[in-house]
């Protein structure tokens, strides 16, 4: 008789880990004096209201993750932040349909619980959470070993969120003569990364002893909500894009309407340290511009009669600029000249 005991936990899953960890996502308090704990964490599922005095409300989801962000937070030993990527990634692209973040789910899949991991990355999370005003609702953490390496991980994100029908944020909005402003963004964002990483290697740097990527590298993501909220709910803008993978090009053509393009001029564009640097690493302006959002986080299109107007709801580092507008034609959008990379 075979007298060897066989467990779950000498597989390499922990189960009492995972239900320490659920149970230190559930006691922890926001930061804000007066706000509840997360009670919803730990059931099966996650019920919240739909806020009152949305007209006819529609519902709009997200999901997004960091991409190999992660292996610059696993090589600095720092995961204090990509927790706010994590939520930045998905709300952000929830307020271009002009949605307000309701709730936010998170799945992390890891090798092994590490504890003191988990905590760093879920404390990022609800400061984000914080930042878009919306719920961290649930989640799911998976224990995996055999499919991940030794202290590897991923995470990935979804949000929900809401919209009035008659605040909508649609293609028809924009019109000819309408102006292009750019968002200053606080860095890399979640984005190009393998390339960032790719170059690392190849020049053998290490990012430890370096202190300007050290710096760099893990900025989060600038959450635009709370602004972009603001100019909805005015109705001051007639729509925006959160520039992401594809860089300028790829994410606005999304929002144009047939007929007409956005018309950018790149010598207007005010680039960031950690961009000048890929860019003298050997990177073409082409290739920058497909990979990176290059300075720019975010892309409101207006009416140009709202520029002061639109000013007066961003601090004083992410005032929006203008970069461009929108002219008569077929190639959606159009970028002339070339970014000053001094």
């Known amino acids: 008789m075979n007298k060897k005991k066989f467990t779950y936990k000498k597989s390499g899953v922990n189960i009492t880990a995972a239900d320490n960890f659920v149970n230190f996502i559930s006691n922890v308090s926001s930061k804000k004096k007066g706000e509840k704990k997360f009670s919803n964490i730990g059931g099966f599922g996650s019920i919240t209201n739909i806020p009152k005095g949305i007209n006819q409300p529609r519902i709009v989801a997200c999901t997004d993750g960091v991409g ?40 992390i899949s890891i090798n092994k619980i590490n504890l003191k991991k988990l905590k ?10 914080r930042l ?86 893990l900025k989060p993501t600038k959450i635009y909500v709370n602004e972009v909220l603001k100019l909805i709910d005015k109705s001051l ?32 564009i005010k680039t960031l340290s950690i961009f000048k640097w890929l860019k003298e690493t050997g990177i073409s302006e082409k290739e920058m511009l497909k990979t990176f959002n290059c300075g720019v986080g975010f892309c409101l299109i207006i009416n140009p009669k709202y520029l002061n107007k639109i000013s007066k709801y961003f601090s004083r580092y ?25």
């Open 120 to 129: 760093s990355i879920i404390k990022g999370i609800i400061e984000g959470c």
């Open 318 to 342: 992410y005032k929006p600029y203008v970069i461009g507008k929108i002219s008569k034609g077929i190639s959606k959008v159009k970028l002339n000249g070339s970014i000053n990379w001094s």
């Open 132 to 217: 878009s005003g919306c719920e961290l609702a649930g989640g799911e953490t998976a224990e995996m070993p055999g499919t991940y390496e030794k202290d590897k991980f991923d995470i990935a994100g979804f949000a929900v969120g809401v919209v009035g029908k008659n605040k909508i944020l649609t293609k028809n909005k924009i019109k000819k003569g309408d102006l292009i402003l750019a968002l200053p963004s606080s860095g890399l964002h979640s984005n190009g990364f393998s390339l960032v990483r790719f170059i690392i290697n190849q020049k053998k740097i290490n990012i430890k002893k370096n202190k300007f990527l050290k710096s760099e590298l």
């Open 237 to 268: 803008i007639n729509g925006c894009a959160n520039i992401t993978g594809g860089g300028l090009s790829d994410n606005i053509k999304r929002i144009i309407p047939n007929k007409l393009v956005a018309d950018i001029d790149l010598n207007k």
């Open 68 to 107: 190999t962000k992660i292996e610059i937070a696993n090589e600095l030993n720092k995961f204090d932040t990509i927790g706010i990527d994590l939520v930045a990634m998905s709300v952000n692209d929830l307020i271009i349909q002009g949605a307000k973040p309701l709730l936010f789910l998170d799945y």
